[in-house]
């Protein structure tokens, strides 16, 4: 009997001690935008992190099938949306930690503490300078007008960015309005995109005037081929709520057996040494405006982002924006 408790001990100690250097995050994002930010972690930290990538629905589906004997301990995604499914599909575990407080604004995280933003993406509007008139582009609203008609390309209502939008939209200007907004996109649009760079490609090309997209693909398309006639316009910068703003972000898993060692890296990842490569890597923001922003993205201007839209609400308002474009037609 003493044998066997003595055994106990060891592999349970062993267990633990394993445990302690190790992490597993399960994300939605591309390799090559967390493959050296988790390395850099490892040199300075000792602790290892292993990595498993997929479509995020995926790999809830994943979490939710492996339940109490998945290895994971993080899952990171793009978009409140994404993050509010998780916690939803009750995956998330609750985290108080002061440094991702001071370092993560109120409206970029779960006001639970299940998930936190770290990094920061704009969706505003590009446009064709060679076809858009000075003063044209005021507000996403502003979209909605006649004077847009087959002017407008967008991206798929299935993409959750755009539904995370709408869900913005129908916060600020209540239900009604919102519909109408999104119904006169939709009657104004020439073509509906699988993707952002379709879009920007179709506005380039002329196929249409303006869409609206996430600014790093933009970055990206323009880092390839910097002479497009393609600009970005911040909407709603007057007396109105400002730039629809979304997150990258993460949070720690009910399930997992280092919950201590996976909010250390959830810190780190929020720090102000951490952000200026985690944010930059895909040309995005940093997650508050006090840590520096690339030169990249400061060349594209300053704005003011949406701050009144809590990214909470995103995801509990999720299903009225996609009934509502459903209702608009908008495919
Ligand atoms: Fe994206």
Redesign the pocket.
């Known amino acids: 009997m003493l044998k066997y408790i003595s055994l106990l001990l060891v592999t349970s100690f062993c267990f633990n001690a394993a445990a302690a250097d190790e992490l597993v995050v399960y994300t939605s994002r591309k390799e090559h935008l967390i493959k050296d930010i988790f390395k850099q972690y490892t040199e300075e930290t000792g602790v290892k992190i292993t990595y498993k990538t997929g479509n995020a629905a995926a790999l809830i589906q994943t979490l939710k099938a492996e339940a109490s004997k998945s290895p994971a301990d993080i899952f990171m995604t793009?978009?409140a949306g994404n993050l509010w499914f998780a916690s939803h599909e009750g995956l998330l575990e609750p985290i108080s930690s002061n440094k991702l407080k001071t370092n993560i604004p109120f409206n970029l995280r779960d006001e639970q503490g299940r998930w936190f933003g770290l990094s920061v993406?704009a969706r505003t509007i590009a446009f064709n300078p060679n076809k858009v008139a000075k003063g044209e582009l005021t507000t996403y609203e502003g979209l909605a007008d006649k004077k847009w008609k087959g002017r407008l390309c967008l991206r798929t209502s299935k993409k959750v960015?755009n539904q995370s939008l709408v869900a913005m939209l129908i916060s600020e200007l209540g239900k009604e309005k919102a519909k109408k907004v999104v119904k006169g996109w939709v009657d104004n649009t020439v073509e509906i995109f699988p993707n952002?760079t379709a879009v920007l490609k179709a506005v380039a090309s002329g196929q249409c005037d303006a869409g609206i997209v996430?600014t790093?693909?933009f970055g990206r398309l323009k880092q390839k081929s910097p002479k497009l006639p393609l600009k970005l316009f911040w909407p709603n910068q007057e007396n109105s709520y400002g730039v629809h703003v979304n997150v990258s972000g993460a949070g720690i898993l009910k399930t997992s057996k280092n919950k201590d060692e996976a909010r250390k890296l959830l810190e780190w990842l929020a720090s102000r040494k951490a952000q200026k490569s985690f944010a930059q890597v895909n040309m995005e923001y940093p997650i508050n405006n006090l840590f520096p922003e690339s030169e990249v993205t400061k060349a594209w201007g300053k704005f003011k982002p949406n701050k009144s839209f809590n990214l909470s609400s995103a995801g509990k308002l999720q299903k009225e924006a996609i009934k509502l474009m459903r209702e608009v037609r908008y495919k």
């Open positions: 793009v978009d993406r960015y952002d996430n790093y693909y």
